[in-house]
């Protein structure tokens, strides 16, 4: 008997919800802006009187860390169980796994159309991460286990921002000034860190042509700037810089040799910068000379559908 799924991607900005069935063919899928909603239950409640529809099976990718079923979300407060999710909505089979996890299980999933390749590389059968900044950032992966890959997650955006030249110095003391002195790696490499370059260029470079009306000057006018504006071009440049550097970190932490997979909207958006060399050198200026080599021997891999995670979210589903 064919089975239905309700798949989730909740992010700190927005609730993805989709009806899949039993062969994971997408029947129904709606967005809902999170600050309108309390929490996570009236948001399903809403989605499936819409869908008209009992699922059997359902899974939910949040951005926090889970354990023992539950999660308090990192960037909105929501605070998720497992059982009673299931309780409330009669739902046989209902689990919760990390953001980054449900990107795991979508790789999987990938048709060619939706990954390009940043970076040529070695196709090897090893580890694989993953990256992608959104509203935080994301680090996941997936490990080798002599057939088949394993996803896991992280909480890697939360560790320290370390600088590494001296305008990365300037900007580490500015970030003190806004955050104390827990400065972690997603204060500048998220679609909030995009508007804190923003502000650091145009107080430490103040030559920088083209400053955004008030208002206009978040991170997505921003990049979408670029081609008008020299503040906003050097924003994305340097915040490109931070992005492959951390990939290139993340690829050494977790051995990935597999390849690094980039997602999230704000990487679609900004390809055309991930794809330059003067740029890409970022992700492989790390470690010693024998690490370096691996790293230009590494895949970069940028996934374009920007549903990854309400997809992996409904393979696990399937799997429970």
């Not at 500048?188 to 400053?211: C, D, H, M, V, W």
């Amino acid at each position: 008997m064919d089975m239905t799924i309700l798949a989730g991607d909740i992010g700190g900005t927005n609730s993805r919800l989709a009806i899949f069935d039993g062969s994971l063919n997408k029947l129904l899928e709606r967005d809902y802006l999170n600050k309108d909603y309390p929490s996570l239950s009236p948001v399903i409640a809403e989605f499936l009187k819409y869908a008209n529809t009992q699922p059997d099976r359902a899974c939910f990718g949040v951005a926090g860390p889970v354990a023992r079923g539950r999660v308090e979300m990192t960037n909105i407060g929501w605070d998720l169980d497992e059982k009673e999710l299931a309780s409330e909505f009669k739902i046989e089979r209902v689990r919760l796994i990390n953001d980054m996890l449900a990107h795991g299980e979508g790789i999987e999933m990938l048709t060619p159309d939706q990954v390009t390749t940043l970076k040529e590389g070695d196709d090897i059968e090893g580890n694989r991460c993953i990256i992608a900044a959104g509203t935080g950032l994301g680090e996941g992966g997936l490990a080798w286990d002599r057939d088949h890959w394993v996803p896991f997650a992280s909480e890697g955006g939360h560790t320290d921002f370390a600088p590494t030249d001296e305008q990365q110095d300037e900007l580490l003391r500015w970030l003190r000034k806004k955050h104390g002195d827990s400065v972690c790696v997603e204060h500048a490499i998220s679609g909030p860190g995009i508007r804190a370059l923003y502000e650091f260029l145009r107080e430490t470079q103040p030559n920088l042509r083209g400053k955004l009306a008030e208002g206009k000057d978040g991170s997505k006018e921003i990049t979408a700037a670029v081609g008008t504006s020299e503040l906003a071009r050097a924003t994305v440049e340097l915040f490109t810089r931070l992005y492959l550097g951390e990939a290139g970190n993340w690829t050494l932490k977790t051995i990935a040799l597999g390849g690094c997979y980039i997602g999230g909207g704000i990487a679609i958006t900004i390809q055309s910068f991930l794809r330059r060399p003067d740029l890409q050198k970022h992700y492989w200026a790390n470690g010693n000379e024998d690490m370096r080599e691996n790293l230009q021997r590494t895949p970069i891999r940028l996934i374009l559908s920007d549903k990854n995670g309400l997809h992996g979210a409904a393979n696990a589903a399937k799997k429970l």
